[in-house]
């Protein structure tokens, strides 16, 4: 049984700890997209936010809660990279210690922009090696405050600011499409629609080799899997968390999943008609959205684009078909 689970008031505390902060993203639309999906698209753009993700949300939020005790010891965390951002550049905001735990195949975008908001990573193998247990060593070691990317109620609360921007913003949706990989957006996120726009129906979308969600979703227990190899690195989780599947279980309509052909298609699309960098992780909600698959004609749909950190080489890659 899980307690003190965030709620919607969560979220407005943390928007009003984010304030000033975090960027206040923008919403953009596009006529090609419309026109393709028979439907009225609204796209919360967090690839603009600060370090280039959702992420960024959560990570304040959490550590802006600690005491001053637990800023002096400082903070760990274990990333495969937005949420490793995330925690280095709040924690330089709020001149605290961070270590991070990243895996060693981890996007050298990722690993060169968290080391340089000053935070101390520390590599593991994702295929042999627990990150969690690496994470909770050096928090024993060193007296630290763990933040997990997502299964923690501080950074559920601050993940949900993004959505509730987006009804603030546009007003109430038939359908609201978010990116799963922990559950710490797409929990975040119904907690805002369930307040905000009671019947929106509130679809998770995960990569098909990383279907975990859509597994436990399924089975109303958390299934776990092995580490999926997939173009969406930041939905490439194993399971779903305590906090986060309990949230999904109580406000969220399904989990779909698409393929990384998919993503593909939707990274060039942003690129080419939105003019936009979006990494593949983020293209996850539009994939779903405008992949046919739901009965979207004359609905007015949101979609939340997670982040827009890529490597270069490999964003030029899949841009060009290599």
């Known amino acids: 049984?899980?307690?003190?689970?965030?709620?919607?008031?969560?979220?407005?505390?943390?928007?009003?700890?984010?304030?000033?902060?975090?960027?206040?993203?923008?919403?953009?639309?596009?006529?090609?997209?419309?026109?393709?999906?028979?439907?009225?698209?609204?796209f919360k753009c967090e690839n603009y936010q600060r370090m280039g993700a959702f992420k960024f949300r959560g990570g304040y939020n959490a550590i802006a809660k600690l005491s001053d005790a637990q800023r002096r010891a400082g903070v760990v965390?274990?990333?495969?990279?937005?949420?490793?951002?995330?925690?280095?550049?709040?924690?330089?905001?709020?001149?605290?210690?961070?270590v991070i735990i990243m895996p060693l195949d981890a996007p050298a975008a990722k690993r060169a922009a968290t080391e340089g908001y000053g935070g101390e990573v520390?590599?593991?193998?994702?295929?042999?090696?627990?990150?969690?247990?690496?994470?909770?060593?050096?928090?024993?070691?060193?007296?630290?405050?763990?933040?997990?990317?997502?299964?923690?109620a501080d950074v559920v609360a601050g993940q949900g600011t993004a959505a509730r921007e987006l009804f603030e913003e546009v007003g109430e949706l038939d359908y609201l499409?978010?990116?799963?990989?922990?559950?710490?957006?797409?929990?975040?996120?119904?907690?805002?629609?369930?307040?905000?726009?009671?019947?929106?129906?509130?679809?998770?979308?995960?990569?098909?080799?990383?279907?975990d969600g859509q597994q436990s979703f399924r089975?109303?227990?958390?299934?776990?899997?092995?580490?999926?190899?997939?173009?969406?690195?930041?939905?490439?989780?194993?399971?779903?968390?305590?906090?986060t599947f309990a949230l999904i279980k109580a406000h969220v309509d399904d989990i779909v999943t698409v393929s990384d052909a998919q993503l593909v298609g939707m990274l060039r699309f942003f690129a080419e008609?939105?003019?936009?960098?979006?990494?593949?992780?983020?293209?996850?909600?539009?994939?779903?959205?405008?992949?046919?698959?739901?009965?979207?004609?004359?609905?007015?749909?949101?979609i939340i684009i997670s982040g827009g950190n890529v490597d270069l080489k490999s964003y030029g890659g899949l841009l060009a078909g290599a």
């Open 122 to 152: 520390v590599t593991y193998d994702r295929y042999k090696e627990d990150r969690e247990a690496v994470a909770r060593r050096i928090q024993e070691e060193r007296g630290m405050t763990l933040i997990p990317p997502y299964d923690h």
């Open 177 to 211: 499409f978010v990116c799963l990989g922990g559950g710490g957006l797409l929990s975040g996120s119904a907690l805002a629609a369930r307040a905000l726009s009671p019947n929106c129906k509130v679809i998770g979308v995960e990569p098909e080799a990383g279907n």
């Open 1 to 42: 049984m899980v307690s003190a689970l965030p709620t919607f008031d969560d979220v407005v505390a943390a928007s009003q700890r984010l304030a000033g902060v975090a960027h206040r993203t923008p919403v953009l639309t596009s006529r090609t997209a419309d026109a393709r999906s028979g439907a009225s698209l609204f």
């Open 219 to 243: 089975s109303g227990s958390i299934v776990r899997i092995e580490t999926p190899k997939t173009l969406a690195d930041g939905a490439a989780t194993t399971h779903l968390g305590e906090i």
């Open 77 to 98: 965390t274990f990333s495969s990279g937005n949420h490793a951002q995330a925690i280095a550049l709040a924690a330089q905001i709020l001149g605290v210690k961070a």
């Open 273 to 302: 008609r939105m003019k936009m960098v979006v990494e593949p992780t983020g293209c996850l909600g539009a994939a779903a959205a405008m992949s046919g698959e739901f009965p979207l004609a004359g609905k007015r749909v949101g």
